[in-house]
């Protein structure tokens, strides 16, 4: 069973406000990612992290920052909230391998933004 | 660049009929991970199976089946005798390093 969680599972918020999403895991995983996830659309890595102190941007631009300080927390932030970062965003994290350890996923947060 | 299609939007079967998804990538490595994940209505991606590059042969996990194929670039899964609890949206992923490139998603409902 994956021990990663997000909150908060549903957010809507008002545009240009600051907002946090927050995930953590508790199997030590030194792989954490951030996916995002448009209704019957594939999924798009958007932050990774080897561990701590490391972050890089995915495969899809987005205006959302990460940090990693600790190995279990992976928060991410949008500075400035628009309609157009309405998604779902799902967190992982996987064990050191050479692409050949599953990742574990959180069951998402649902951002709206009005 | 790595990329993962998969051409069946939706399926729709009665249940104990058997369900295959079909999954095509693309990539330049050689070496290289391809996997499924099953995601149910709850959200969460589920980790059902994984092969990896170098070995093409198939196998059966109770109900799940897979068929991997190097020379086609395929990686289809199958569902034998499907079961209302089986409808999810199932993804095929690839990857080398640690990067996962999703395929679209497959949704398929399984009615009783």
């Known amino acids: 069973e994956a021990d990663i969680y997000q909150t908060p599972r549903y957010l809507v918020i008002g545009t240009g406000k600051k907002i946090t999403l927050e995930c953590s895991q508790t199997?030590?995983?030194?792989?954490m990612y951030w996916y995002q996830q448009d209704p019957g659309m594939e999924l798009h890595l958007i932050h990774y992290s080897y561990g701590v102190n490391s972050t890089e941007k995915g495969d899809l631009s987005s205006e959302s920052t990460v940090s990693r300080i600790r190995t279990e927390h992976f928060p991410l932030t949008l500075e400035s909230a628009r309609p157009s970062h309405t998604s779902q965003y799902l967190c992982?994290?996987?064990?050191?391998?050479?692409?050949?350890?599953?990742?574990?996923f959180g069951q998402g947060t649902r951002l709206t933004v009005v | 660049a790595q990329k993962v299609t998969q051409a069946q939007t939706e399926i729709s079967v009665v249940e104990k009929e058997d369900v295959t998804l079909d999954c095509v990538y693309e990539?330049?490595?050689?070496?290289?991970?391809l996997f499924w994940y099953k995601q149910p209505p709850s959200g969460e991606l589920v980790f059902l199976i994984r092969r990896n590059s170098f070995d093409e042969q198939n196998e059966i996990s109770g109900r799940y089946s897979w068929n991997f194929q190097k020379s086609t670039s395929s990686f289809n899964f199958t569902i034998t005798a499907s079961q209302v609890v089986d409808s999810a949206v199932y993804f095929c992923a690839l990857t080398f390093t640690d990067k996962l490139s999703f395929g679209a998603g497959t949704t398929v409902t399984v009615r009783a």
């Open positions: 199997m030590g995983h030194d792989k």
């Open positions: 990539t330049r490595d050689t070496t290289y991970y």
């Open positions: 992982a994290s996987s064990a050191l391998g050479g692409g050949n350890t599953e990742a574990f």
